[in-house]
Structures are given as C-alpha cells and as structure tokens.
C-alpha cells in the first residue's frame, strides 16, 4: 500500500517582496514499511518538505496523499486528527515540556487520542527505549540521547502509521547517534513507515532508501536493499470523546499554573481585591440603607410634619413665622376636619441647662402630646410616658434620652429622680429607647416633657413651633396636603400669593429621597469596584499573552501531536478561568472577613446578602473567560511549524 504519493508539489516563501521557491514541482511515492532517508545541504528544501509530509505546513501547488487521503484544502481540525491518529514526530530539539517528568511528556499525545491503558503503554514504550528507571525525571534531568529517546517514546504513543524524524541525531555525540538509529531499526523492523531526514551520510547508511535533495529537487533515488518489514496493522487510532479531552486539558492546566505559583497568584491578586471590594461595598450599602430605614421608621410611618416658612408682603420678605403662627386651637380644627389622622402632636422645642445632683448638661427640650408616643415609635425603655392628664394640669414631669441618661446618670436609674430643667424642677417618669444619630443630631440628647408645661413654664410660647401628624396609607396624600393648606390659609387668612408660608414634609418623600441618594453613591462605589475587576481581567490577559509568547513552542508540539485550534483555545481559557476563579474564591473570603471586621470594631451597620457574594463570584470567572478569549484565540490560531520554529 501507498503511504505517501506527492504530485508535481511546490512551495514558495515570501522574502520581503520577493517570492522565493523552495519546493520545485515535487513528485514522490513511499510505500508502507519504507526506512526513507531525505538528504540534502541546509537550504535545499529537505526539512521543508519533511514539514509538509507531516501536515505541519502546507503546499501551494499539487497535491498530497497520505495513505490515500488527499490532505489538500482540508480544515485545520481535519489536519489535527490525521496528526493525532496517524503521525509520530521525532525533531531534532527534541520539543520536550520542561516542567513536566518523562512519563508526563511520553503521555501528552494521549491528551487527544484514545489509548488503551495510557499509562501502562507509556512505560512501556519508556522500558523499550531503555528509561524504565528515568520516569520522574525532568528533561534537565536527562542527557541529550536521553531526550531523544523520551521523544520516541512519545511518538509511538498513539500507535502511528509512519514516524517523520527531523535529524533525529542532529545534535547528538556519536554513542548517542548510533543508539538512536538503533532504536529506528528497531521501529522499522516493527513494520513502522520512517521518513528521516538527515545531512549525515554515516546516518542514511542504516536506511533503505535515501533521496537526495538539491535547490528543492529530487536529483537521486536509489534503494540500499531490499524492503521487508513485517506486518503491521494499519488501522487509525481513535481521537478522545471531547468530555475527555476537557478533563485532560484542566488537569494540564492545573500542573502548569502550579509550575507557575508566583505568577498564578499575581495575576490573581487583582480579581481578589476586586471582588472583595465589590462585597464590601455591597454590604456597606445594603447597611447604609437599612440603617436609613431604622432611623425613619423610628420617626413614625407615614409621618408628615408642618412647618411654618416665609411669606412676603409687598414684595418684600418677611421673617419665618413672623406673622403665620401655629398655635393648639389649629390642631383641633385639624382634629376635626380630618378625623382620618391618626395620631397628630403640637410640637415645640428650646435648648435648656439641665442639672441633677453635681452634674449638668445642655440638651435639646421637646414639648409634645401623649400621642407624640405612637407617633414615632417611642414606647419607654424604662417607667411610662406622660398622660393627657398631665398635659392638661401642666405637670412638671418628662422623659430623658440616652445620652441624658448617660451624661446625668452614668447609665444608672433615672426613673423617680428629678432633674432641674432651666432651674424649674421636674421629676423623670421614663426612659426614652436608645435612637442613635441622624445626620448631626443625636436623637437620644432629648428631653420630653408634656407641651403644654413647655409652653407656659418653661419657654413662653403662645404659639407651637409645628405639627406633626400619621395619615393613612389609604389617604391620597397629595389632595390632603392641599385641603391641609387651605385649611390653614383659611385660619389665618393668607393665601399662596404670599409664598410658601406653610411647609408640609412627607417622611415617605424624605426617605425616598435619601435613599436614592444612597443608592446612587452606592452604584457609584460598585462602578469603581467594577473598574477594579476589569483592570484585574486586564493584569490576567496580560500574563496570559505573556504566557502565549513564552509557551509558543509548546502550542506547535501539541498542535503536531493532534490538537486542535480548539483543544489549544480550551487549554488556555481554562487556565485563565483558574486564576480568576482562585482570586475570585479568595476574594470572596477576604471580603467576608472584612465586612465582620467593620462591623465587629467599627459598629458600621452592614448587611452581607449572598446574592451580593453569588454576583462577585459570577463576575470574577466572566472577567477570566472575556479576558482569556483573545490570547487563548491568538494561541489557537499559531501555525505549528511557525510555533515551532520560535525562539
């Protein structure tokens, strides 16, 4: 049977401008079971030709028929089987992985093609060449014969039809060239087709034939002796199902990121801060919001407050309640217009110098009604709030907060004490819960006390300072607001003329504001963080185009091993993933860790969602696939004798 049939084949390479032939209308046949020796003068087209025999390179014109498949105009992955399946390679440089043992560099064809008992096979092979003892040795670790030998071992993993060995013993000492060509005897008396090429006359003397090449020509074709090698079955070797191929190529992956731990976790690092930062900000907004909902739920649900603002008269601005005052008989004509409102309070409020015992302090003094209790939310921690009872009898009682308590007190019991408020004294009948700050106030630095005894003992006011109402949610909000403020304008007869005399604050409103704006900043700390992955994704294509740069030679073995483009894409996307993947884990971890730390030292209100952490993850490994794609693209796209060649 015909092994290798060329018809009338040529090649040309490009120099600068010019086109430079370095295959001259090549006709040949080699039969199963040839030992074919290609000789020639460096430049003559041998290795070029040996290239294109190997389906490593391609022809321009002719064609090539490799055991009666016509390989002209075939796809790359058609190309990658036929290499897999059918051809063993031997070259001169050996072109074994460096990181990797024998047995490991032996296996690699197996990557891509069924073997029965890879492992047992591969030693096998190694104990035929005379490594059975240098399995887990390097090839650093290996002499020059050694590595060659490695080699061969390697190219009859799969079983091949014919082994194309490019001056095998090139850069071999003379021991190590006659074992070589021994060990090729000894393939070729196993019935293996060898087409060797050599510039070694000593060497071409061991096979059956040897063609002499000159200027890309054939000029001689002579046999040395009679062919007769021994059976061999000539069946195809079968390519892996891709399930297996995948599993090979991550486990490939693995062992070359930890032969590169340095380099792994930098290029990791960058999407470890980036996820943690992502989490963190998550959960710092996530907090900052329910916070934000803590402090207006305790101010009271739909809580709406009136407030007295300017007004002008003729055209000039007159001072904030200067003329339109509120005053109690408001708030029973508010009473009584709308009997809908649930719980309505006078409000009015002065700074006063508080005294008890040897100690004094200035907080913020609040007259308000029973409901005022209700209204936000303000059940006593200790002892009761004050009746309509006292409220009408203008009791000197009150309620103090928690820094009152703290500042007066040391946090000792307040109830059935008194306190001086302004010199006037009043005893203490509860204990306000704790509230925490809003904005710049300290909403625990308040004392309550019944409005009416505010308003005549203690500060002098006829009129309130405003209203604070709980409307339904059934309510139309918007249409009360306007009865509210005709209602007003009606009392004290002014209209909307003279300005926005009445101020009327929807809590609803304000929290929708506030939270927006939180939201908003939120989004913006996201963005940046997002930022921080991308630049992370781009420190990964980085390292994975250096990575590329360096591992060239590497592609074009495997590619002349059987891989194909997209056995070469998977490899490196799955290695780039990996890193993302490593940084995004221990990202995850890290941000964890530094949100219970904000919250355990720093009291920082946060919630930590898993959502949150699920989203930074998803991200993270999207970062290493979009960020791999185009070096993985840019290997996988690599000719193998152009990979090969590289320095």
Same mark, same amino acid.
């Given at each position: 049977?015909?092994?290798?049939?060329?018809?009338?084949?040529?090649?040309?390479?490009?120099?600068?401008?010019?086109?430079?032939?370095?295959?001259?209308?090549?006709?040949?046949?080699? +039969?199963?079971?040839? =030992?074919?020796?290609?000789?020639?003068?460096?430049?003559?087209?041998?290795?070029?030709?040996?290239?294109?025999?190997?389906?490593? #390179?391609?022809?321009?014109?002719?064609?090539? +028929?490799?055991?009666?498949?016509?390989?002209?105009?075939?796809?790359?992955?058609?190309?990658?089987?036929?290499?897999? @399946?059918?051809?063993?390679?031997?070259?001169?440089?050996? +072109?074994?992985?460096?990181?990797?043992?024998?047995?490991?560099?032996?296996?690699?064809?197996? &990557? %891509?093609?069924?073997?029965?008992?890879?492992?047992?096979?591969?030693?096998?092979?190694?104990?035929?060449?005379?490594?059975?003892?240098?399995?887990?040795?390097?090839?650093?670790?290996?002499?020059? $014969?050694?590595?060659?030998?490695?080699?061969?071992?390697?190219?009859?993993?799969?079983?091949?039809?014919?082994?194309?060995?490019?001056?095998? @013993?090139?850069?071999?000492?003379?021991?190590?060239?006659? #074992?070589?060509?021994?060990?090729?005897?000894?393939?070729?008396?196993? $019935?293996?087709?060898?087409?060797?090429? @050599? +510039?070694?006359?000593?060497?071409?003397?061991?096979?059956?034939?040897?063609?002499?090449?000159?200027?890309?020509?054939?000029?001689?074709?002579?046999?040395?002796?009679?062919?007769?090698?021994?059976?061999?079955?000539?069946?195809?070797?079968?390519?892996?199902?891709?399930?297996?191929?995948?599993?090979?190529?991550?486990?490939?992956?693995?062992?070359?990121? &930890?032969?590169?731990?340095?380099?792994?976790?930098?290029?990791?690092?960058?999407?470890?801060?980036?996820?943690?930062?992502?989490?963190?900000?998550?959960?710092?907004?996530?907090?900052?919001?329910?916070?934000?909902?803590?402090?207006?739920?305790?101010?009271?649900?739909?809580?709406?407050?009136?407030?007295?603002?300017?007004?002008?008269?003729?055209?000039?601005?007159?001072?904030? $309640?200067?003329?339109?005052?509120?005053?109690?008989?408001?708030?029973?004509?508010?009473?009584?217009?709308?009997?809908?409102?649930?719980?309505?309070?006078?409000?009015?409020?002065?700074?006063?110098?508080?005294?008890?015992?040897?100690?004094?302090?200035?907080? %913020?003094?609040?007259?308000?009604?029973?409901?005022? *209790?209700?209204?936000?939310?303000?059940?006593?921690?200790?002892?009761?709030?004050? !009746?309509?009872?006292?409220?009408?009898?203008?009791?000197?009682?009150?309620?103090?907060?928690?820094?009152?308590?703290?500042?007066?007190?040391?946090?000792?019991?307040?109830?059935?004490?008194?306190?001086?408020?302004?010199?006037?004294?009043?005893?203490?009948?509860?204990?306000?819960?704790?509230?925490?700050?809003?904005? =710049?106030?300290?909403?625990?630095?308040?004392?309550?006390?019944?409005?009416?005894?505010?308003?005549?003992?203690?500060?002098?006011?006829?009129?309130?300072?405003?209203?604070?109402?709980?409307?339904?949610?059934?309510?139309?909000?918007?249409?009360?607001?306007? *009865?509210?403020?005709?209602?007003?304008?009606?009392?004290?007869?002014?209209?909307?003329?003279?300005?926005?005399?009445?101020?009327?604050?929807?809590?609803? #409103?304000?929290?929708?504001?506030?939270?927006?704006?939180?939201?908003?900043? !939120?989004?913006?700390?996201?963005?940046?963080?997002?930022?921080?992955?991308?630049?992370?994704?781009?420190?990964?294509?980085?390292?994975?185009?250096?990575?590329?740069?360096?591992?060239?030679?590497?592609?074009?073995?495997?590619?002349?091993?059987?891989?194909?483009?997209?056995?070469?894409?998977?490899?490196?996307?799955?290695?780039?993933?990996?890193?993302?993947?490593?940084?995004?884990?221990?990202?995850?971890?890290?941000?964890?860790?530094?949100?219970?730390?904000?919250?355990? %030292?720093?009291?920082?209100?946060?919630? &930590?969602? =898993?959502? !949150?952490?699920?989203?930074?993850?998803?991200?993270?490994?999207?970062?290493?696939?979009? =960020?791999?794609?185009?070096?993985?693209?840019?290997? !996988?796209?690599?000719?193998?004798?152009?990979?090969?060649?590289?320095?």
């Amino acid at each position: 049977m015909i092994a290798i049939q060329l018809e009338q084949l040529s090649k040309f390479y490009k120099i600068g401008k010019e086109r430079f032939q370095v295959l001259k209308n090549i006709s040949l046949t080699i +039969h199963e079971g040839e =030992f074919v020796a290609i000789m020639g003068a460096s430049g003559s087209g041998k290795s070029t030709l040996l290239q294109i025999l190997g389906l490593l #390179d391609d022809a321009d014109t002719g064609s090539y +028929h490799l055991f009666g498949v016509n390989t002209r105009n075939q796809t790359n992955d058609f190309l990658a089987d036929l290499r897999g @399946t059918t051809i063993g390679f031997i070259f001169q440089q050996f +072109h074994l992985l460096q990181k990797t043992n024998a047995l490991n560099n032996v296996l690699l064809p197996t &990557l %891509y093609s069924l073997v029965n008992e890879p492992i047992q096979t591969a030693k096998q092979l190694l104990e035929k060449v005379g490594l059975a003892s240098r399995l887990e040795h390097a090839p650093n670790e290996l002499s020059g $014969g050694q590595q060659q030998r490695v080699a061969i071992a390697r190219s009859l993993m799969n079983d091949p039809k014919i082994i194309f060995a490019d001056e095998p @013993t090139g850069n071999l000492d003379s021991k190590s060239k006659i #074992d070589i060509m021994s060990e090729l005897i000894r393939l070729h008396e196993e $019935g293996r087709t060898i087409v060797m090429v @050599t +510039h070694e006359p000593e060497m071409a003397k061991y096979c059956e034939r040897i063609i002499q090449f000159s200027d890309g020509e054939i000029i001689s074709d002579k046999k040395q002796k009679p062919i007769k090698p021994k059976h061999l079955d000539t069946k195809l070797s079968v390519r892996k199902k891709r399930i297996e191929i995948i599993l090979g190529i991550f486990k490939q992956s693995v062992i070359s990121l &930890l032969a590169n731990r340095l380099r792994s976790f930098l290029s990791a690092l960058g999407i470890l801060f980036g996820v943690a930062c992502v989490i963190c900000v998550m959960a710092l907004g996530e907090g900052a919001k329910k916070n934000i909902e803590d402090q207006f739920s305790s101010m009271g649900a739909n809580l709406l407050i009136v407030r007295t603002g300017g007004m002008r008269s003729g055209g000039v601005s007159l001072e904030a $309640g200067s003329v339109n005052r509120l005053d109690l008989f408001d708030l029973e004509a508010i009473k009584r217009k709308f009997p809908f409102i649930q719980n309505i309070t006078a409000t009015v409020n002065a700074r006063g110098q508080v005294v008890y015992a040897n100690k004094n302090w200035n907080s %913020y003094i609040m007259g308000v009604s029973p409901s005022y *209790e209700q209204l936000r939310n303000l059940q006593p921690a200790e002892g009761r709030f004050f !009746s309509e009872t006292e409220v009408n009898h203008k009791s000197l009682v009150c309620l103090v907060g928690a820094t009152v308590l703290r500042e007066l007190y040391d946090n000792k019991q307040a109830v059935g004490t008194y306190i001086k408020i302004n010199r006037i004294q009043f005893k203490v009948i509860g204990v306000l819960p704790e509230k925490g700050s809003a904005g =710049f106030r300290d909403q625990d630095d308040v004392i309550l006390v019944p409005i009416t005894t505010a308003m005549r003992r203690l500060m002098n006011k006829d009129s309130v300072d405003g209203l604070e109402m709980e409307v339904s949610e059934s309510e139309d909000r918007e249409s009360f607001i306007s *009865e509210l403020k005709s209602l007003l304008h009606g009392r004290h007869g002014t209209n909307e003329s003279m300005g926005n005399i009445y101020q009327i604050l929807s809590m609803a #409103d304000i929290q929708a504001a506030v939270s927006e704006t939180s939201e908003t900043m !939120s989004s913006l700390l996201i963005a940046l963080a997002v930022i921080s992955l991308v630049v992370g994704g781009i420190g990964i294509m980085n390292i994975m185009l250096v990575s590329v740069k360096e591992r060239t030679k590497e592609i074009g073995l495997r590619k002349a091993l059987g891989a194909r483009e997209s056995d070469i894409r998977m490899q490196f996307l799955i290695e780039s993933s990996l890193t993302s993947l490593s940084g995004g884990i221990a990202g995850v971890f890290f941000g964890i860790l530094i949100v219970y730390f904000l919250q355990v %030292y720093f009291g920082w209100t946060i919630v &930590l969602s =898993f959502p !949150s952490i699920g989203i930074a993850f998803l991200f993270s490994i999207s970062i290493g696939i979009l =960020f791999g794609w185009w070096p993985s693209e840019y290997a !996988s796209k690599l000719s193998p004798i152009i990979a090969l060649r590289s320095e």
